[in-house]
């Protein structure tokens, strides 16, 4: 089954739900249901992926500690630190290691200033007073920079793009958090992996289960739209808490069988 009959089988199982008669041939069928069905189509798929852990959507990833390598620091008032094409926003705290020459920028924190494509000023991390490096070492080479969060955590981690939220990181740490496309944690190792609920826009990789909550959480969302009835409303609220918690239940099994002494170390 190719994504357009997927979806227009997703579809009209939401029609089937509405008590519509009519079917679609194809999602982008010029049709009000169709309109309606497209109109929130992204919506739905990102509520209901968030509400479950849904085995077809499970990925293992390693991820890197973001990071940037440190090219040059100047010996003046504010330090400038050159790292070619950084990823660095105003206003970021970073922490620098393995400088060598000026090792005083070694184990700090400071706030980014002033940012170009290519450096950025160093200042003290209220970001208040620039760091004065007149008095430091020359630098000679080396260096690793990344961001750190600005309280509570040490190091940041940033998440897959499809990333929809994290279930578990390696070795049963339980102190972590996510927060804009970051994991956020006092892990101390460079590499950290995660299992996590990745983003599906392509409806032929849905499981069953899946395809029925989404059908019948797209007949819910347009249902006045559709159908003017909010008894029907109801009964499809209710209907889609019942299949979410069949799913949950299912997947809950599922993994007290196989998966509840894994470690995470495998990428895939």
Not at 53 to 68: H, K, M, P, Y
Not at 92 to 100: E, F, G, N, R, W
Not at 132 to 145: H, K, N
Request: aromatic share 8%; hydrophobic share 40%.
């Amino acid at each position: 089954m190719n994504l357009n009959e997927s979806r227009v089988r997703i579809y009209n199982l939401a029609l089937t739900k509405l008590g519509v008669t009519e079917r679609l041939t194809t999602y982008s069928d010029d049709t009000v249901e169709a309109g309606a069905f497209n109109a929130v189509w992204e919506q739905v798929l990102h509520e209901v992926l968030e509400l479950g852990e849904w085995r077809c959507a499970r990925r293992r990833v390693t991820l890197e500690r973001d990071t940037d390598s440190i090219e040059g620091a100047s010996q003046e008032e504010p330090v400038v630190i050159t790292a070619t094409a950084h990823t660095f926003l105003e206003g970021d705290l970073v922490k620098i290691t393995d400088v060598a020459g000026m090792t005083e920028l070694n184990d700090n924190t400071y706030m980014v200033r002033n940012v170009d494509t290519d450096d950025f000023e160093l200042w003290d991390e209220n970001g208040t007073v620039e760091l004065d490096g007149s008095a430091f070492a020359a630098y000679v080479s080396g260096g690793t920079i990344w961001r750190v969060p600005n309280w509570n955590y040490a190091y940041m981690f940033k998440l897959p793009d499809d990333c929809m939220k994290v279930i578990e990181i390696e070795s049963g740490e339980t102190d972590w958090v996510e927060e804009n496309n970051f994991l956020l944690t006092n892990y101390e190792n460079d590499k950290l992996s995660i299992l996590y609920i990745a983003y599906i826009s392509d409806p032929t990789k849905f499981s069953p289960l899946l395809a029925d909550c989404v059908a019948t959480r797209l007949a819910g969302v347009c249902c006045m739209a559709l159908s003017k009835s909010l008894e029907k409303q109801r009964v499809l609220d209710a209907e889609f808490a019942a299949i979410l918690s069949l799913a949950r239940g299912q997947d809950a099994r599922w993994r007290s069988t196989p998966d509840a002494a894994s470690t995470l170390i495998t990428e895939v």
